[in-house]
């Protein structure tokens, strides 16, 4: 069964420093690409997502993702962490290859140290 | 613009027991899947409903079910509930042949405890 990657469980950045969360999907065809962030105690929330228009995505509260299709990525990223982006991150995938199921990564929780 | 809505937020069952949860798309949505959250890892899709039909299914047993209503809204069942069906209950919701179809909106979510 095609799949997402999210590396990292757990990414610790300094207040002020480069947020970089990896995301790699395996499906031959390029999927719909998502980025959601949780909250403690909440529901998902959309960050951005990529549907085959730019490559580059950007979202809401500063975030932006690349899709790479030669090397099956869309890592998210933003270029200064703030304490509010502590939280978790799931990338998310659908597509044909994925039966058309939006697919979850396991999820990588961001702390911001001050 | 309303979002998804979810009802109860938290609850507590014991072994056996039944439970229904609820979901309200956000407005002008006609497409309900839901998801569970078991702790420290990421949701997997249950099932999704639209006009009414199960149209996908997870890879889940028949103990859970749903019902889609009318005018969009959703309901979650859990028969013979089990210790390991304790987690977080995610719904969301999309609309169907629209031009944002692929994206899903999801509710704060029910909170399911088995004691």
């Known amino acids: 069964a095609q799949s997402v990657t999210q590396l990292g469980s757990h990414v610790s950045v300094s207040e002020g420093a480069l947020v970089l969360l990896r995301c790699n999907y395996s499906?031959?065809?390029?999927?719909?690409l998502f980025w959601y962030v949780q909250y403690p105690n909440q529901g998902l929330q959309l960050l951005l997502k990529?549907?085959?228009?730019?490559?580059l995505v950007k979202g809401i509260n500063g975030f932006e993702a690349e899709f790479k299709k030669s090397e099956t990525s869309f890592h998210l990223t933003k270029p200064s962490a703030h304490m509010s982006d502590a939280a978790e991150y799931f990338c998310?995938?659908?597509?044909?290859?994925?039966?058309?199921?939006?697919?979850f990564g396991a999820g990588t929780i961001l702390r911001v140290k001050s | 613009d309303a979002g998804v809505t979810q009802s109860p937020t938290h609850l507590i069952k014991t072994r056996g027991q039944q439970v229904t949860l609820r979901c309200s798309p956000k407005s002008g949505h006609d497409t309900v899947s839901w998801y569970q959250q078991a702790l420290g890892q990421g949701p997997q899709f249950i099932f999704q409903?639209?006009?009414?039909?199960?149209?996908q299914r997870g890879n889940f047993p028949d103990r859970f079910s749903g019902h889609q209503f009318p005018n969009y809204s959703s309901e979650l069942n859990v028969n013979a509930l089990l210790l390991g069906d304790s987690a977080l209950y995610l719904c969301a919701s999309s609309l169907t042949g629209g031009f944002d179809q692929e994206t899903q909106y999801f509710g704060p979510g029910t909170r399911l405890l088995v004691l």
């Open positions: 499906s031959s065809v390029p999927p719909y």
């Open positions: 409903y639209y006009e009414e039909e199960e149209r």
């Open positions: 998310a995938v659908t597509g044909v290859e994925y039966g058309n199921k939006l697919v």
């Open positions: 990529y549907t085959s228009a730019a490559t």
